[in-house]
């Protein structure tokens, strides 16, 4: 899971920064709204935490900017105005969430995890593939309901496949999803082949009733046994 901050005080986008990758999210920083478009714009994210006023813009315009790109990540306001107009205006652009600051990083917490069940998941807090059953808030695989130990990157990469089922994905894609901005202008994906390779042997080994599959010169993608 990879999450945006878009935010230009300091110390806030410490705390948050910190306090997400503890919670093993993907973070990436923007400090302010010309690095906010600029991001928003090169990459997708399943979270975006969007502070309205930035020194040289205003986040409502960033997340203008995300929807007339026809882009669906989820979005949820942090601002430290308690202004109902920002939060009607931020709520009829089509953000998912709004918060005031000061706010608990507990609260925030539970917020991003609706607001990507929501999106992500259908409502549900896990994902369903064929035997394998995957909380995404426990980090937890089970196949058959029997646990499958994971390293947090082989987690991640099969989380990212249970959301994209039905779809081909590319190296770049799972490359910047599950490793972070930048990364996809990296021209040796070795580290991707070795994780999709040892997870491959743990589905086998767990007798997952589904496998990826190379696509050649595609990219990877779901395949029932
Ligand atoms: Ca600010």
């Known amino acids: 899971m990879k999450i945006l901050v878009v935010e230009d005080e300091p110390e806030m986008q410490k ?6 990758q503890e919670e093993n999210y993907v973070v990436e920083e ?3 709204f010309l690095s906010g478009m600029d991001k928003i714009a090169a990459y997708d994210y399943d979270c975006i935490l969007l502070d309205i006023t930035l020194p040289d813009g205003s986040g409502l315009d960033v997340l203008r900017e ?6 669906a990540d989820s979005v ?24 005031t600051k000061p706010f608990h990083i507990t609260e925030l917490n539970a917020r991003i995890k609706s607001v990507i ?25 089970l196949v058959d309901e029997i646990p499958m130990e994971l390293n947090r990157k082989e987690f991640d990469i099969l989380v990212f496949f249970g959301m994209n089922k039905s ?15 930048y990364i996809d202008q990296s021209n040796d994906f070795d580290f991707i082949y070795s994780q999709i390779k040892n997870l491959r042997k743990k589905l086998r080994e ?19 046994k």
């Open 66 to 71: 995300l929807k007339r790109l026809g882009k």
């Open 30 to 32: 923007a400090h302010d």
């Open 167 to 181: 779809r081909i994905v590319s190296k770049s894609a799972i490359a910047e999803n599950i490793w972070g901005d």
């Open 117 to 141: 069940r929501r999106k992500k998941a259908d409502g549900k807090s896990y994902l369903i593939m064929e035997n394998v059953k995957i909380n995404i808030e426990e980090r937890l695989a």
């Open 15 to 20: 705390l948050l920064s910190q306090f997400l």
């Open 206 to 224: 767990h007798k997952a009733k589904f496998d990826i599959s190379a696509v050649y010169g595609m990219g990877y993608k779901l395949s029932l």
């Open 76 to 99: 949820i306001i942090i601002s430290a105005k308690n202004s109902i107009e920002d939060k009607v205006q931020g709520l009829d652009l089509g953000a998912d969430d709004y918060l």
